[in-house]
């Protein structure tokens, strides 16, 4: 029986060898609106992975559209780097793409060097925290034309299709939505007329390329904006877009401001292709499903379930450039999975820098490649968390002869504490992606081993890399030797057990993780409230309740004026969001003054107050655990201090200085 994921689909007269599209990601690596060397590097490889096809950008369209980190298509000037750009990625075997957007009043002023970014109606974003110029009549004209020369460029410059960005709260969709136009002549009002700036921008564009170069249009399914467009306003564009120019549809989910997570853990793999679906049921064009499809088993049952035609696999891309061809030759078990953190992402484009990846320390670094070494070395690792892996995979692909030791009973290290809370489970995913893949590269590990002088004396080792991670910070409160007081690792682990009432102190990224993990403890299970539902047993209202309102009390403490500050800015505001949602109370700027028996104390300014607590949680951080080092430099052994053993930061950190310390070796 053929694998539905590598069957051909045809888009226009293009035929594409599988379903699996590589959707536009802004990776940040554009220079002056340029195609770098780092773009090409970062897609050639993609391409060689196997995906049907490749589409980059967005590019812009006009002065307004973007900036200078975006790919430019809005002057003939940029065709050279286009045209190096297309050849990248079809000389390495995929099909390729560009997408044509413009930013509207997404747009800062600070990239425009001070003009005002332009929109439908001058409705402010949240976003920005600016308000846009409401176009005229003639700008408005000139901006379809734009769009028509933008899509012309790409068809020169070689490339197999055009893609027009037209949701996510872009200019496009800006227009359809009644939230941001506001208008009263022909490009407001009813739907009809909301809709005409998209139409006619579609049409200007498929009459400059021509009947027979493939259009495709990426719009959303569901905005989730309150006062925006309904599913069925947005299912009627799409089915008006299928009437004409356009020859494939990929669904996209929410705008920049929506208040639902789209992108990060908390979302089930697959979870938004039901958009696709139904928007699928009206056309009669391939339909493209989008976000959080990151293994080929999701990706085949989406496509055999008739929910669309093709997958869009975007950021699982970047974790893994070999996806495509892994799954297709038998080999998925070496997949490593894109963990939805953004860490490397999302988060480093609010940062202004390129693209990265927490799984895989390549990406955006393809230059760096890992190449043979001349001089094999015997290296021996302490730790097999993230850090640890990492370190060894890299150092056993340059040709060295690696063994690691881990003192515990199994790998993966903090990846499992941070897989504790709900919809993090990706964490875990990825601690045996990486035992996978040391298994992969037959890597000898020693389980229940601490490495010491003696074996370390025994090994004679060419060099040591020491990944031996953090331990939970212990503060100086008293009485903290009280039988009701427990560490949030063994919390998380499940090696202690708590009462109905919780007080955590901490409350950075440990003490938010372990107040989400214990407040979903008594809340319905997701099988039993799909069956109450489906029984219509309990009212909407009810089954809410029941999914979020656990059986304990939780409070959680932190002694600055910010919880969760040192989590990424792309997850951190959902779990905030969950905090209140799961009823848990929150008291930054509260010092913990002791333990009692009965709870604990806190100073709020200039007052004390006693919480009430059967278990009290410390989450107040982690401090280096790095015993070795000095053994291992007495011996006159060059030496390699990685992860939370050199300095606690996140997981990505921890993998990218195993990345580099293998290097140096």
Known sequence: MKDPLFTPVTINTLTLENRIYMPAMHLGMAVDFEVTDQILDFYALRAKGGPAMICVGYATVDELSGNTQNIGAHDDRFLPGLRRLAKAIKDNGSKAAVQINHAGRYNFS?????????????????????????????????????????????????????????????????????????????????????????????????????????????????????????REELKE??????????????????????????IVAQVPRGAFAYL??????????????????????????????????????????????????????????????????????????????????????????????????????????????????????????????VTLYEQSNRLGGQLFLAAAPPGRDEFAQFARDLENQMA???????????????LLEELKPDAVILATGAEPLTPPIPGLDMDHVAGAWDVLEKKVHTGDKVAIIGGGAVGVETALFLAEQGTMPAETLKFLLVNKAEPMETLFEMATRGSKQICLIEMTDKIGKDIGKSTKWGMMQDLGRYGVETLPASKVVRITENGLEIEEGDKIREIEADTVVLAAGSASYNPLEDTVKALGLPCEVIGDAGQVATAFDAVHSGFQAALKI
């Open 110 to 230: 600070f990239f425009l060097n001070g003009k005002q970014p332009v929109a439908p109606s001058a409705v402010a974003s949240r976003m920005t925290k600016e308000t846009p110029k409401e176009m005229t009549l003639d700008e408005i004209k000139m901006t379809v034309k734009a769009f028509a020369s933008a899509a012309l460029r790409v068809k020169k410059a070689g490339f197999d299709a055009v893609e027009i960005l037209s949701g996510t709260g872009y200019l496009i969709s800006e227009f359809l939505s009644p939230l941001t136009n506001q208008r009263t002549d022909d490009y407001g009002g009813c739907l009809e007329n909301r809709m005409r700036f998209g139409l006619e921008t579609m049409a200007a564009v498929r009459k400059a390329v021509g009947d027979d170069f493939p259009l495709i249009v990426r719009m959303n399914g569901n905005d989730f904006m309150p006062g925006g467009n309904p």
């Open 237 to 262: 564009y799409a089915r008006c877009l299928s009437l004409g120019p356009a020859d494939a549809l990929c669904i996209n989910v929410g705008w920049h401001e929506a208040r639902v997570p789209q």
């Open 276 to 401: 696709a679906r139904g928007i699928r049921e009206l056309v009669d064009v391939p339909v493209i499903a989008s976000h959080r499809i990151n293994d080929p088993k999701t990706a085949r049952e989406l496509l055999e379930g008739g929910l669309c035609d093709m997958v869009a696999m975007g950021r699982s891309l970047i974790a893994d450039p070999d996806l495509p061809v892994k799954a297709k030759n038998g080999r998925e078990k070496e997949i490593v999975h894109c963990v939805a953190c953004a860490q490397g992402c999302f988060d480093n484009l609010f940062k202004l820098k390129h693209v990265e990846c927490l799984c895989n320390p390549l990406a955006g670094h393809e230059h760096q490649a890992v190449e043979k070494t001349a001089e094999p070395k015997k290296v021996v690792i302490a730790g097999g968390g993230a850090a640890g892996m990492t370190a060894a995979l890299t150092a056993r692909r340059m040709g060295h002869e």
């Open 440 to 454: 992969a590269e037959k890597i000898p590990v020693v389980l229940n081993t601490a490495l010491d002088k003696a």
